[in-house]
């Protein structure tokens, strides 16, 4: 079984391909608002790297957010034509849930305007709903949390973790698209937010 694994919804373009349980080809760079124009030529050079067509791909698992409102449309088009047309299976996976993987953290992810994507995760699972909140607002929360992200946000060092490490350890949490047509972002701010200059 091979997987694709896919993540735009930040600043990063990660891609990893597992098989049987093994990464057997990742990349993961920072290309913040470039992601479009490197998806294909970094897909096709892992895919050589690993030796496998596109056709041997059995299914993909793609970040669904919060994050970039284009980037996280990204990976999710791809993924969704993909499977579309060869008729494979696509799985889902929270972007602050990944970039959490099995850590006890807090996870940052810039929303722009002094606000924040916020979550506490800890071995795989939500300890607090996802939510936007002020950076102020974080700051005041935080207490001794580890934090993974944009932590230069509230004053810290930012802190980014091996993301096709993350979707391997995370399998388990891996959500089946029941009808592939239907899958959309998550969001957790409405989209004409997006839209305003800061």
Not at 80 to 109: H, N, Q, S
């Amino acid at each position: 079984m091979t997987t694709l694994c896919m993540d735009t919804s930040h600043v990063f373009l990660a891609l990893a391909l597992i098989k049987d349980d093994q990464i057997i080809a990742k990349v993961q760079k920072q290309c913040w608002k470039r992601q479009s124009e490197e998806i294909f030529p970094e897909l096709n050079a892992m895919c050589e790297t690993a030796g496998i067509t596109p056709d041997e791909i059995d299914q993909i698992v793609i970040s669904e957010g919060p994050g970039s409102y284009t980037g996280v449309r990204i990976a999710m088009t791809v993924a969704k034509v993909f499977c579309a047309l060869k008729e494979r299976p696509l799985y889902t996976i929270g972007t602050l849930k990944l970039y959490a993987g099995k850590d006890d953290c807090r996870v940052l992810v810039d929303a722009r305007g002094g606000r924040a994507y916020t979550g506490r995760y800890c071995d795989g699972k939500a300890l607090t709903e996802d939510s936007v909140l002020d950076n102020a607002e974080i700051k005041a929360l935080v207490q001794d949390e580890k934090i993974i992200g944009d932590g230069h946000l509230i004053g810290k060092e930012d802190c980014w973790k091996d993301i096709a490490e993350n979707f391997l350890l995370l399998k388990d949490e891996w959500k089946k698209a029941e009808n592939v047509h239907l899958v959309v972002p998550e969001y957790l701010k409405p989209s004409e937010a997006y839209l305003v200059k800061k």
